[in-house]
């Protein structure tokens, strides 16, 4: 304990570091925290956490963990202020962790202000909007980027010379725990863990004073991955333990299907390439953490072959090429590109490459206080640029949120006055939301030379526009329509929830025959949208409401 005072101490008590890691949250989460938005899932809390038990028998039960350690409940919006403020929080102290991980391999060579840098462009990687919009998500995928650390710290130390057996023993044994809540809150916080581990491997092997064998790098790559088995091991024991209790259940909570074992390989390898390229390289046209990606991953590999070279430690291709292959690695396992929400990898590597560039030049530059004091700033204005954007985007979340709200509050006034509460309603359609909204979140590929070009020559994408913003500012009033009928086969569970948040205790729940009644209805009159007159229908034994 007293080491971990001593370690996260070196960076808090110094002032700049703390200034700016506090503006640097303040900038990209101080809105998100300040407001309060309805998003998918943001009403689910009892079907996840609660009653429902999905999490539990879907083995993420650090989910339910983190909301009883937290004392958030069920993740409803009346929580939304303290959840956010603690996923900050927990982001913010992650960021420290790393850096006093990064202190202890490259042995106090990394000046503070790279440490600073690497803290503030890690907290601020605009993809963080993809999570932030699930309430109580951003705490699991925060507070799993913590604990990803403190393992990480604890097989460090544990592999320092004069150590007891005893004493590696039980920090292997802390560090599975810590990666069990991981594996069980978010999977994908995994893969942050083997990217950081390669890191490690990859910055040991520049400043080791010998040539490392090896067998030796082999051998402390195998120590941190005995942890993570013994966490995914453990992460087993515990959900099997839940089973005996509390049977499985369908549940639709993510794509965490691996789909090798139900296509061909060449099949799902070629839709795998693309998706990549796509995804994560091509969407940099007009998304801004991707297109640091799509910059840092080049200039990554150019260092280390640069490196590897220059100082003659071929092992650096291959640790390196370790840290490449953990940006897709879910991708692979499971066979399909990886949605943003689940690439928080991109935001360590990002952090990490930026830092090793940085470092690098100021070596280079450590007599030319005019160039050195030319780069800080350029390493500041980076930082300034990822905060405001993900403010931004958080923002116009609100934005859709109000958006909603109003057509809610609006078409449930209207519903509840002329057409009472006895009778069920059936929503069909989809509802558009406002060009404020989308032109933050789609783009005309058609406008940007490179993406125009892949057009014109590729046969790979089609679609007049580009969602490159995939999770965040989605409609929850087109969700909530359809939400979780491919479980029950029920229909509106979503819509009444959240009509009844807004104050209508509407009946909004139907069978999928009564569903597909009201759209062949809506579609054989064509019924126009709501708001415009017409769009809401007295069909006798429920109410129709046309939203597009």
């Known amino acids: 304990m007293t080491g971990m005072k001593q370690e996260f101490g070196y960076f808090l008590k110094?002032?700049?570091?703390?200034?700016?890691?506090?503006?640097?949250?303040?900038?990209?989460y101080g809105y998100a925290i300040a407001t309060t938005r309805v998003s998918i899932d943001s009403l689910e809390g009892d079907r996840y956490i609660g009653t429902g038990g999905v999490m539990l028998s879907t083995g993420r039960f650090g989910m339910n963990l983190w909301a009883a350690v937290l004392g958030y409940g069920r993740a409803e919006p009346s929580y939304a202020f303290g959840i956010d403020l603690l996923a900050a929080l927990l982001l913010a102290l992650a960021a420290v962790s790393f850096c006093a991980l990064l202190r202890k391999a490259a042995q106090d060579r990394i000046s503070m202000f790279g440490y600073g840098l690497f803290a503030c462009l890690f907290v601020s990687y605009p993809l963080m909007n993809e999570i932030w919009e699930y309430s109580g998500a951003n705490v699991c995928v925060c507070g799993g980027y913590l604990l990803d650390a403190a393992a990480l710290n604890l097989l460090w130390d544990?592999?320092?010379p004069g150590v007891p057996w005893r004493g590696r023993a039980l920090r292997m044994g802390a560090a599975a725990l810590c990666l069990m809540v991981v594996?069980?809150?978010?999977?994908?916080?995994?893969?942050?863990?083997?990217?950081?581990?390669?890191?490690l491997l990859t910055l040991e092997q520049l400043l080791a004073a010998e040539r490392p064998r090896f067998v030796a790098v082999l051998t402390e790559g195998l120590w941190y991955a005995a942890a993570l088995v013994g966490g995914l091991c453990l992460r087993v024991l515990v959900t099997s333990g839940i089973h005996l209790v509390l049977p499985p259940q369908a549940?639709?909570?993510?794509?965490?299907?691996?789909?090798?074992?139900?296509?061909?390989?060449?099949?799902?390898?070629?839709?795998?390439?693309?998706g990549i390229l796509i995804n994560y390289a091509l969407r940099g046209c007009f998304y801004l953490p991707i297109a640091e990606l799509a910059v840092a991953v080049p200039v990554f590999v150019a260092l280390v072959i640069v490196l590897a070279v220059r100082k003659k430690r071929p092992l650096l291709l291959l640790t390196g090429a370790g840290t490449l292959f953990s940006l897709v690695l879910l991708s692979f396992v499971q066979g399909?590109?990886?949605?943003?929400?689940?690439?928080?990898?991109?935001?360590?590597?990002v952090a990490l490459a930026v830092l090793a560039v940085y470092e690098l030049l100021r070596r280079a530059a450590a007599r030319r206080a005019v160039l050195l004091g030319g780069v800080q700033l350029l390493a500041v204005l980076l930082c300034l640029h990822q905060a405001m954007y993900l403010n931004h985007l958080l923002a116009v979340d609100y934005q859709r949120s109000e958006q909603e709200a109003a057509v809610v509050r609006t078409l449930g006034t209207e519903l509840v006055r002329d057409y009472g509460t006895d009778k069920p309603v059936v929503l069909v359609g989809r509802y558009t939301l406002g060009e404020n909204i989308t032109r933050y979140t789609t783009a005309d590929p058609m406008q940007h030379p490179l993406y125009r070009f892949f057009r014109e020559h590729t046969s790979w994408e089609s679609g007049d526009t580009v969602k490159y913003v995939e999770t965040n500012c989605n409609s929850v009033l087109n969700w909530s329509v359809t939400a979780f009928s491919e479980v029950d086969d029920v229909y509106g569970q979503a819509a009444e929830h959240l009509f009844r948040y807004y104050g209508f205790a509407l009946d909004m729940t139907h069978s999928a025959a009564l569903h597909e009644q009201a759209q062949t209805y809506a579609d054989a009159h064509d019924l126009p949208g709501y708001p415009r007159a017409g769009a809401i229908v007295d069909c006798g034994d429920y109410v129709l409401v046309n939203l597009q």
């Open 14 to 28: 110094n002032a700049k570091f703390r200034a700016a890691l506090g503006l640097t949250l303040l900038l990209s």
């Open 158 to 160: 544990a592999r320092q």
């Open 183 to 199: 594996c069980s809150s978010y999977e994908s916080l995994a893969a942050v863990y083997v990217l950081a581990v390669f890191a």
């Open 251 to 274: 549940a639709a909570n993510g794509a965490t299907e691996i789909l090798w074992a139900f296509y061909p390989f060449v099949y799902l390898a070629k839709l795998l390439v693309k």
């Open 336 to 349: 399909r590109y990886s949605p943003y929400r689940t690439c928080q990898v991109f935001a360590l590597f």
